[in-house]
């Protein structure tokens, strides 16, 4: 099966910037998804970008697509406190009757002051 | 938010009996999709349906059945309970177009003893 890896664990001082590296296996992967994960909550969709851009800006967050390394990032501009959770990154699989998502182990973003 | 509801919240069961969630949706999407949630693992997929009555198995669907009579509800079914299904369960719907985002449900945190 395909392998989506992302480390475990990130800890940075408020204000500064964030990056959450994610690398997946599938060179068929059509789109990439970072999703955000708050204590006990479900998963809330941040961003994504298509497999066909090297980049993508929304507000705070940029997404760094390498195709050929097959790793994607998450940059999080001015990290607050709020932005303390789980960060998973996805990528798309089309089988034929439905996309699968793969998901990553999710990366633990702690947020200090 | 996407209109997901999961029930019940929480649940403790005892190993061997059944048990059943559901997923209830209102946004008439096609696709609905399980998956659980344990440390290290990221989120699996259990099972997915592509339409009433159209369903298809994911990575780690043995011990587990689903049905879906309705478009809006997709129902999972643990026959017999074991202490390895405890675990947090999401629900998540796509409309299956574009991007294919999926949104999540709540969650629902079962403990089997």
């Known amino acids: 099966g395909e392998d989506v890896e992302q480390s475990l664990f990130l800890s940075v001082r408020e204000g500064d910037s964030s990056v959450i590296n994610c690398t997946y296996t599938d060179s068929s992967s059509t789109y990439l998804y970072w999703y955000k994960q708050e204590p006990g909550a479900g998963l809330q969709l941040l961003t994504y970008i298509f497999s066909n851009m090297d980049m993508k800006q929304d507000q705070r967050l940029t997404v760094l697509l390498n195709k050929k390394d097959k790793h994607l990032s998450l940059r999080i501009a001015d990290t607050q406190t709020g932005d303390s959770a789980i960060y998973f990154c996805?990528?798309?699989?089309?089988?034929?009757?439905?996309?699968?998502?793969?998901f990553g182990t999710g990366t633990r973003l702690q947020v200090t002051l | 938010d996407a209109g997901i509801t999961q029930s019940p919240r929480h649940k403790v069961t005892e190993t061997g009996t059944p048990v059943t969630l559901r997923c209830h949706q209102t946004e008439n999407h096609r696709y609905m999709y399980w998956y659980r949630q344990d440390p290290g693992h990221g989120l699996r997929l259990i099972h997915y349906?592509?339409?009433?009555?159209?369903?298809d198995k994911g990575e780690v669907s043995d011990g587990y059945s689903v049905s879906r009579s309705k478009t809006e509800d997709f129902l999972l079914t643990l026959e017999s309970a074991t202490s390895s299904q405890t675990s947090v369960y999401f629900c998540?719907?796509?409309?299956?177009?574009?991007?294919?985002?999926?949104?999540f449900g709540p969650g629902t945190r079962l403990t089997v003893l």
């Open positions: 998540a719907i796509t409309g299956g177009s574009g991007a294919d985002t999926q949104y």
């Open positions: 996805a990528e798309k699989l089309d089988t034929g009757t439905a996309s699968k998502l793969t």
């Open positions: 349906s592509y339409g009433v009555k159209d369903t």
